[in-house]
């Protein structure tokens, strides 16, 4: 397939999906599809709402987050991503104001930066007074960084041994890791601790090749629950149409040659054998783009293909980026 044919296509597919969504009432619709998050015995919607860039902002007229995650529930998300990092805590209040009347709606998945038992404990305390609920259903080690001590993390007085506990208290159902500084370190945490999840980075960039080639294989092995970040290239979307170019050169998020739709991206992601897609958004014509576009088909095997080398600005016949089962780190 030509790559102007691809992109043709797609964006027709997309449009049409969009229109159908607009027009149709919210009884009409039908509920985002749902994957399996890996061996857990969850079902998660394959969109996930991001707490990053638009939940991190505080409300305004402009803007209102709390109206998104409302809005992001009312359209068929079950799936919210958190931190108590993102705006220094005012993603969770945002999302606070939400769960405190929904929590039962969504799975929410929270993260700790601390690498610490009475360090993590102090600030999942904290978190849960932001969200304003008991629990969450995932606690992550947040942002697996090059060089840090990863055995220092399984210590009787390390991180892991908080989120085992918490887990053992049913404060939290599941435990995971996330990053997205290397492959190397990703598949050496996955490898060194018994995670139910991992939520690292996946998009079409040549950049990101080696979480496809060494990380994929390797947890989808082992059987966890594959959590898709940095969709649009990080934090000002710059893969993406509409958005800028470039991320102003901060190195872990991406540039690349060329742009393609949010809904290529959502759909290219998709198209991997990971359970959720966690998008952040700052707009209601964000939320409705990114849901009609979960309706639709995953790009296939061809379609990925012509999209990277879109992308990438390479030949037609650049090699496909998705691994096989055998190659790990």
């Known amino acids: 397939m030509d790559r102007r044919e691809f992109l043709k296509g797609t964006a027709a597919a997309g449009g049409l999906a969009w229109a159908s969504t607009l027009h149709a ?4 619709r039908p ?43 009312d359209a068929g998300i079950r799936y919210f991503d958190s931190a108590p990092s993102y705006g220094g805590g005012q ?3 945002n999302y606070g104001e ?15 930066g601390q690498r610490t038992y009475d360090g993590a404990m102090r600030e999942f305390e904290e978190s849960l007074k932001r969200l304003r609920t008991d629990h969450v259903d995932l606690l992550q080690i947040h942002g697996a960084r090059v060089g840090e001590d990863l055995a220092a993390w ?19 159902r599941f435990i995971g890791v996330t990053g997205h500084e290397s492959a190397d370190v990703m598949c050496q945490a996955i490898t060194m601790y018994n995670f139910d999840t991992i939520l690292t980075t996946f998009n079409p960039t040549a950049k990101r090749r080696p979480y496809f080639q060494k ?10 629950g594959i959590l898709a970040m940095k969709v649009m290239g990080g934090e000002l ?14 190195p ?15 759909r290219y992601v998709l198209g991997l054998p990971v359970s959720v897609a966690v998008v952040g958004m700052s707009s209601l014509e964000q939320l409705r783009i990114n849901v009609a576009t979960a309706h639709e088909a995953p790009l296939n095997d061809q379609q990925r293909r012509a999209l990277e080398a879109h992308m990438n600005d390479a030949a037609a016949t650049a090699p496909q980026l998705v691994p096989q089962v055998h190659r790990s780190c």
Do not use: W
């Open 252 to 266: 872990h998020h991406d540039d690349a040659p060329q742009q393609a739709t949010a809904g290529e991206l959502i």
């Open 98 to 112: 939400v769960l405190a009347h929904r929590r039962k709606e969504v799975f929410l998945a929270g993260k700790t």
């Open 25 to 28: 009432g919210e009884g009409d």
């Open 215 to 224: 990380v994929l294989p390797l947890a989808d092995r082992k059987g966890l």
């Open 237 to 250: 979307g710059s893969l993406a149409i509409g958005n800028p170019i470039k991320n102003d050169g901060k």
């Open 31 to 73: 509920p985002l599809p749902t994957r399996p998050l890996g061996r857990t015995g969850v079902n998660v919607t394959v969109l996930a709402l991001g707490g990053y860039t638009g939940m991190k902002e505080r409300r305004s007229e402009r803007f209102d987050p709390v109206q998104l995650a409302n809005a992001a529930i």
């Open 154 to 172: 399984g210590r009787p007085d390390g991180v892991v041994k908080a989120l085992q506990k918490l887990r053992d208290e049913r404060l939290t």
């Open 91 to 93: 993603s969770e209040r």
